[in-house]
């Protein structure tokens, strides 16, 4: 019976936090297609850095093989990242793994630099990786979608509704608003090095609360969908799937002027 209400705790908590990480694929090869998709911006991924897709805490490999695909058919070489554990453990450890699959991936390729396209809690792990494990030397482009950079109030809320400290999850105690982590994270620059950073946000996601805390200060390109679409619905989850959010990551890949595209499907 307590190994059954331990269970069901996990798992509501779960529910509450950042969903979906991914499988950890293999890093792309040096040689790829050169497939791209035609829109009104008529970006192309040319030459461009292998993109890696970092997940988030809790989830399943086929939560981010939409984007995944929007980017390989743009001609851009992408894998997607797992957080070690399913992102449970402590987000600077996430990080140190985190380095060691961004050098796989620059080996397997020749590139230079990749780009980080990043959902949730994966914005933290990059983060943390580029302000203090040399990534700001590996990386090019980083993008957020959704990531509690500032903390969420809904990692708090689990311990005020009696299920504990984040029940027991190293990762949403780390993100909750006010955590020495977030302390030392957002210590000094918010945007280290020559990295182009960028973050996306929506007002309906459910589970960073309030929204703003997902943006960064010190000179990143910080996106609101709503800002630009007005009607556009967009939950959590939904950054890693919705058409108008693409458009946004695929003009900051290519450093294009930011105009989404609120009819993308």
């Given at each position: 019976m307590l190994l059954r209400t331990i269970l069901a705790a996990t798992t509501a908590a779960?529910?509450?936090?950042?969903?979906?990480?991914?499988?950890?694929?293999?890093?792309?090869?040096?040689?790829?297609?050169?497939?791209?998709?035609?829109?009104?911006?008529s970006l192309t991924a040319a030459g461009a850095n292998p993109v890696i897709v970092v997940g988030g805490l809790i989830g399943i490999s086929i939560a981010y093989e939409p984007i995944a695909a929007r980017l390989r058919a743009d001609g851009y070489r992408v894998s997607i990242y797992q957080l070690p554990n399913l992102g449970v453990g402590d987000i600077r450890e996430s990080a140190r793994a985190l380095s060691s699959y961004v050098n796989q991936v620059r080996a397997a390729t020749g590139a230079a630099k990749v780009d980080l396209v990043t959902h949730s809690e994966g914005g933290l792990v990059s983060r943390w990786y580029v302000k203090f494990l040399g990534g700001a030397d590996k990386v090019d482009h980083y993008i957020s979608l959704g990531s509690p950079q500032y903390g969420t109030y809904v990692?708090?809320?689990?311990?005020?509704?009696?299920?504990?400290?984040?029940?027991?999850?190293?990762?949403?105690?780390?993100?909750?608003?006010?955590?020495?982590?977030?302390?030392?994270?957002?210590?000094?620059?918010?945007?280290?090095?020559?990295?182009?950073?960028?973050?996306?946000?929506?007002?309906?996601?459910?589970?960073?609360?309030?929204?703003?805390?997902?943006?960064?200060?010190?000179g990143a390109s910080n996106v609101l969908v709503q800002a630009w679409c007005p009607l556009r619905i967009v939950g959590h989850l939904g950054l890693v799937l919705d058409g108008t959010t693409y458009t946004i990551v695929r003009q900051a890949l290519a450093d294009a002027a930011i105009r989404p595209n609120c009819f993308a499907l």
């Open positions: 779960a529910a509450l936090l950042v969903p979906a990480t991914a499988a950890h694929a293999a890093p792309p090869r040096a040689t790829t297609t050169s497939a791209t998709t035609a829109d009104e911006t990692a708090n809320i689990i311990n005020f509704v009696g299920l504990g400290s984040c029940v027991g999850i190293v990762a949403c105690q780390q993100m909750s608003i006010g955590s020495s982590f977030l302390a030392d994270l957002n210590g000094g620059d918010d945007t280290p090095g020559t990295v182009r950073w960028t973050t996306v946000r929506t007002w309906q996601d459910e589970l960073v609360r309030p929204v703003d805390n997902a943006v960064l200060a010190d």
